[in-house]
């Protein structure tokens, strides 16, 4: 009877010390268990009150029973989440010497770029062989990206706004030397135009007023840009627009005068007679 009490308290033995030996590093990996630069590896098993304690250098382990030893060493590893990286920022001027440009700080145009979502925007400078380069920015506010062009991908196209037609006007205001303005001619020719526009359309403004050149070169070679002032005190004084072969194909009225537009000392106040 004994020796068959022994014999399966031996099997029983076996099993659990076959089962915790592999599975120990589960439970020292996260340690430091060094102890006078020899290794101290599930050394010191003490049982006090119940409890059986695994000492060892830097960690303790407190565990009740042999049924906690075996499900602690049952449990998977827990893995820590890698921490996230930032993404690195940079300036628009970084991201320009980056692409070896070297630019005119004097030089450079960045204008916001129109989105429903983040602030791209698009820029052109002049370096110093006064080469010009087009590029788009992936945002103006944390940039990252820049994309360069050899050429403006969207010129200035009559009746239509973007990104890249406001810094070809204030890239042209800040490098031009001259305006143009209208002959006396092409003032009562442009006025006259305008005025059939205007009464034609039905557009009440007030009657008078004066016009100028928008010095632009727009994608059609025909378009010709204009713009004025009306007369008296106009909460929006001030109009601009395209007209391509006689025709209007563009008005609209504004605060201020915009950029490159020339407006001689001596302009008429025109109006229709009619």
């Not at 429903?116 to 062989?129: K, L, R, S």
């Not at 945002?139 to 990252?144: A, D, F, L, Q, V």
Request: one cysteine or more; aromatic letters at 12%.
């Amino acid at each position: 009877m004994k020796i068959r009490l022994l014999i399966i308290i031996g099997i029983i033995a076996f099993i659990l010390i076959s089962f915790a030996i592999p599975n120990l590093h589960k439970i020292y990996d996260s340690c430091e268990m060094t102890q006078d630069g020899v290794l101290q590896f599930a050394i010191g098993y003490q049982w006090t009150n119940g409890f059986l304690y695994i000492d060892n250098a830097e960690c303790t382990w407190k565990l009740f029973g042999i049924i906690s030893i075996v499900n602690l060493l049952s449990e998977e590893e827990i893995t820590q989440p890698e921490p996230e990286i930032e993404s690195k920022h940079f300036t628009i001027e970084e991201l320009l010497i980056e692409n070896q440009i070297e630019y005119l700080s004097d030089k450079l145009v960045v204008i916001s770029g129109i989105s429903f979502q983040g602030d791209p925007g698009c820029g052109a400078v002049i370096d110093i062989d006064s080469q010009t380069h087009w590029f788009g920015i992936d945002s103006r506010s944390e940039p990252k990206k820049l994309t360069l062009f050899s050429e403006n991908p969207n010129q200035c196209k009559v009746n239509t706004s973007s990104c890249f037609c406001n810094v070809q006007m204030k890239l042209t205001a800040m490098t031009l030397d001259n305006l143009n303005y209208f002959t006396p001619d092409e003032q009562k020719h442009y006025a006259d135009i305008l005025i059939d526009y205007l009464y034609d359309e039905n557009i009440n403004r007030t009657p008078k007023f004066q016009i100028g050149k928008i010095n632009l070169n727009y994608t059609d070679s025909s378009a010709i840009g204009y713009c004025g002032e009306i007369w008296g005190t106009n909460t929006r004084g001030f109009f601009s627009g395209a007209i391509v072969n006689g025709v209007v194909e563009d008005y609209g009225i504004d605060k201020e005068l915009p950029l490159l537009c020339a407006i001689s000392d001596d302009a008429k106040w025109w109006e229709n007679e009619q």
